[in-house]
Nanobody, 121 residues
Framework: QVQLVESGGGLVQAGGSLRLSCVASGSIFAINTMAWYRQAPGKQRELVAVVTRGGSINYADSVKGRFTISREYAKNTVYLQMNSLKPEDTAVYYC???????????????WGQGTQVTVSS
């Protein structure tokens, strides 16, 4: 079993910043891709940012230039630094990761429980 635990959400005024963290633990031999998704009320879950095992990074157009994803490989942790927050960034943010429990095993996708980010205008 793999657990992804997010932290760092909260209430912030527009223009403010928050830093989300996600720690992966459990039966993990290797982690491939780690990503952040978000889901606003009444909307579909959407990809915010992703970082591959090799360090390639992609962002949703709506957050480019404001959000930064980073990864601490030794600690199985991924971060999302969110600056210049807007009310439309309000959502539940979910951590996502592809992990393998042992060498030669396939990767399995897992989700965290989510952390609420609320940006007031």
């Amino acid at each position: 079993q793999v657990q992804l635990v997010e932290s760092g959400g909260g209430l912030v005024q527009a223009g403010g910043s928050l830093r989300l963290s996600c720690v992966a633990s459990g039966s993990i031999f290797a982690i491939n891709t780690m990503a952040w998704y978000r889901q606003a009320p009444g909307k579909q879950r959407e990809l915010v940012a992703v970082v591959t095992r090799g360090g390639s990074i992609n962002y949703a157009d709506s957050v480019k230039g404001r959000f930064t994803i980073s990864r601490e490989y030794a600690k199985n942790t991924v971060y999302l630094q969110m600056n210049s927050l807007k009310p439309e960034d309000t959502a539940v943010y979910y951590c996502n990761a592809d992990t393998a429990p042992a060498a030669g095993w396939g990767f399995k996708n897992s989700w965290g429980q989510g952390t609420q980010v609320t940006v007031s205008s």
